[in-house]
């Protein structure tokens, strides 16, 4: 195991396993106490779209991801801020239409087989140097963002209609946490998959806010448990030689599982 | 309560608002004075709550005008939105605007000293530091007033207050705005008939059309020592008559 962490690629995967993980337990803070977790799904699902199209026309993955993420989220903060009640369609609409899409693009892109496998489920044994730049640099936003405006995020996410009495722009706000959150999604993309991301920004969470009495404390431990979770998953998937996406997951259930237990025998 | 000084701080003239096609408040003519306890009654989809929200300017009338003043305090109807939030009381308390502009992360120590009086004042200081997610019904309704009372404001609005709260804690709070309307305006808008003979000098009845009523003219024709008034009579009554 120790031999294992002189080689670069695991060094790599350590370190985009943590930032991931703080990026995840931020962002996936917001995420569920606004209850946009299906919202963020769907948008998740709609990346595939941003894979294909990036592939398709030869640009960076991260690149093409992202503005596509961008583009549904865009898309979902305009249909839903005034009609949440039909929130439900739109997030169909979108999950499978981008998942369409990003299939149709790789069908037509010449002479280039996908592992498509690799974007579902996660390949962070093969995260290099410029993917850890882009996850330092979307967590540096989001931390920029929340030096800001922590205190108007914080009165959105309570309390949407008193924060627009105060005239706070809560349009703005549920948009940029959409936005946040889709950048976020594409990272998570890489270490656990579009699959399994919805998992990696739930149950950490879950577990965070039941020990947390602010927002703020919610943020950092979901960090500090999604983290252990996913340097646990990527022993295990590296020892018994198990997909590492899908270990992290399975480790997350496991310990949900375990505290949901401890929990009810107190 | 009869003040030397009395000023107009809220006048609304020929209101008038609908949604769609369909009228919810016809031709609302109000004025709301300095210390005035104002009780707006009326059925359900009277247009109660739409005339609050037009007060708050979260709606726009359609037709007519409201000239008010900035400092308004609001208590929003559903206090047990959100009740497993992640949020101290004394957060709760500084979501609205205080006395220090910072706009960036971290609070002021004016802010939090101001917060710390004023949960002293609705008697929830020793809750200042608790999640919102432990507090009753009651408590969390105090904790929506300090709120309010934070910005200092001249007026304060409450929407249904005592709707998720028991008889007794219901008291309480009553008794709380009766000390706050020494100081300030208040505005309640309630199903709860029996505050209207025991704390408003004033009452507003909306149904669609708002009928107001001056509760000292009408207590000399209901001696409420004596007699049980029956709710449905005296809604009849407000609902009618043109005092």
Request: glycine share 8%.
């Amino acid at each position: 195991m120790l031999e294992a962490l002189s080689y670069q690629f695991v060094q790599n995967a350590l370190i985009a396993g943590v930032l991931v993980s703080f990026i995840a337990g931020i962002i996936g803070t917001l995420v569920v106490v606004n209850r946009m977790v299906f919202l963020v799904g769907g948008i998740a699902h709609a990346a595939y779209g941003g894979i294909g199209l990036a592939l398709f026309a030869g640009i960076p993955i991260f690149v093409g991801t992202s503005l596509f993420a961008i583009l549904a989220a865009l898309f979902m903060a305009f249909v839903t801020i005034h009609q949440r009640d039909k929130i439900d369609i739109f997030i169909g609409l979108i999950w499978a239409v981008g998942m369409a899409l990003g299939i149709i693009f790789v069908d037509l892109t010449s002479g280039y087989n996908v592992d498509l496998m690799s974007y579902l489920f996660g390949s962070i044994l093969a995260v290099n140097q410029e993917d850890l730049y882009y996850m330092g640099g979307l967590l540096a936003l989001i931390l920029l963002a929340l030096l800001f405006w922590y205190k108007d995020i914080l009165a959105v996410s309570y309390d949407s209609e008193y924060a627009s009495i105060r005239s706070i722009n809560v349009p703005f706000f549920y948009t940029l946490i959409l936005i946040l959150s889709a950048l976020s999604v594409v990272v998570a993309i890489k270490v656990v998959g579009l699959i399994l991301v919805i998992a990696l920004l739930t149950i950490p969470i879950y577990i965070a806010q039941s020990l947390s009495s602010s927002l703020l404390s919610m943020m950092f431990f979901s960090g500090v448990i999604a983290s252990i979770f996913t340097l646990i998953g990527l022993w295990f998937s590296y020892s018994f030689n198990l997909t590492s996406g899908a270990s992290i997951i399975l480790i997350s259930a496991l310990s949900l599982m375990f505290f949901i237990l401890l929990e009810k025998l107190r | 309560m009869q003040t030397s000084n009395k000023q107009t701080l809220i006048s609304l003239q020929n209101l008038f608002f609908s949604y769609d096609k369909e009228m919810i408040l016809e031709d609302i003519n109000l004025d709301i004075d300095t210390r005035d306890f104002l009780a707006i009654i009326g059925p359900n989809g009277g247009g109660k709550s739409t005339l609050l929200k037009l007060i708050l300017g979260i709606l726009t009338p359609t037709k007519g005008n409201i000239s008010k003043i900035e400092s308004i305090g609001y208590v929003p109807q559903n206090t047990n939105i959100n009740t497993d939030f992640p949020i101290k009381v004394i957060e709760v308390v500084m979501m609205a605007q205080g006395l220090s502009k910072r706009k960036f992360f971290g609070y002021a120590k004016e802010d939090i000293t101001q917060a710390k009086e004023i949960l002293k004042e609705v008697g929830m200081l020793e809750y200042a530091d608790k999640k919102i997610a432990l507090l009753s019904g009651g408590q969390r309704q105090r904790v929506m007033i300090a709120r309010a009372l934070f910005s200092k404001p001249e007026i304060l609005i409450l929407d249904e207050p005592t709707s998720s709260i028991d008889a007794e804690g219901q008291k309480q709070v009553y008794e709380l705005f009766k000390k706050l309307n020494e100081e300030m305006t208040i505005i309640v808008v309630s199903h709860d008939i029996s505050i209207i003979m025991g704390y408003a000098s004033k009452v507003a009845h909306i149904n669609k059309k708002l009928s107001f009523h001056d509760t000292s003219a009408l207590a000399t024709k209901i001696d409420t020592q004596i007699n049980h008034v029956c709710e449905v009579e005296l809604l009849e009554m407000l609902g009618k008559c043109k005092c």
